[in-house]
């Protein structure tokens, strides 16, 4: 298969999650939503369930304006509009975590507001190392199970979790690999960059890691294209396509990223405990780097930095979706460390109700001017 065909392959799937969805449903899958962040798909697919990311859309809210108040952010506002607007029709349930308070909210609004459709809560703890913050994680999950298993008459088994563990460690591995390959190949397209990232919600790991696996294969074969400006991204979501476009046509290339719905997801692998939920819950203590994630002493961000430095990133672009608090806490100090590392960084305020990011290409815009002048690394 060649390069663009299987590209082409990430964006019809990324570009049509309603089309995955009905081919899973008309294949007779049971389909469980999983709203981010860290939601635990690894027992939703260990019961034979489709774990399918609701991440919301790009959309004008309406009905999800009755819900919320407007500083909510948008990601979860247009999941409760899709959600009454009947866009998951036909799904088992949904799963939303409470890592952050306008997830909270979400939650107890879908209830209401989407009856159809039971709500399922997983709920970690803030202190996730200790000994006690794992256990609690781990009495979530096992909340998390009993729901699955009344809402949808499959029976949960540490043994088959253990297999999905397997898998979904495999598919870290490989979107590792890739994203280094993606550092290289200036080729790919931040867009198509974007869809690689966004297909995996969608399908079912396993056959994600093929369709990677693919790619890596066909990457290795192609001549790098050089000479791109280099960029880190930083942020919850970066896949509005208007957005991500001005990144091409301004000659940047994603070399590393920083974003929950992209490499934030793959840091940490399923390993360490006597079984398969042991393994889960010791998976979630492990993780860092993330704004949702009780960090006291903010070691995210000389992360940023460093990969910045590793990935040889001459700006740090960060995608703020706005009203999203524990992101806006952590940008003025992701600015300090950038400029006392001497690269330069740059905000770009983002929503899922934005038509117009004219706004956002004129920052580029100064950025590239900024940065052509620098020879490339
Ligand atoms: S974007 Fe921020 S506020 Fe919105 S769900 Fe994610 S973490 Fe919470």
Redesign the pocket.
Known sequence: MNLKVILDEFSKVAQNPKQQLDNYLGAGKKVILVA??YTPEEIVHSMDLVPMGAWGADMQLQEAKTYFPTFI?S??QSILELGIKGSYKGVSAIIIPS??D??KTLGQNWKYAVPDIPFIPMTYPQNRKPDFGIAFTKAGYQRVIDDLEKVTGETFSDEKLIASLAVYNEHNQVMRELAELLAVHGEVSAVQRSDIFKSAYFMRKEEHTLLVKKLIAALKENEPKKGRIRVLTSG??ADNPDFLSYLDVYNMQIVADDVAAESRQYQQDAVDGETGLDRLAKKFADMNNCS?LYDAKKERIATIVSKAKATKAQAVIVIL?K?????EFDYPLIKKACEEANILSTLIEVDRQMVNYEQARTILETVQTILSKQSPQ
């Open positions: 981010p962040v952010c990601i979860v890592l952050c306008s997830l919850i979501l949702v979706t009203f999203c608090d524990p992101e």
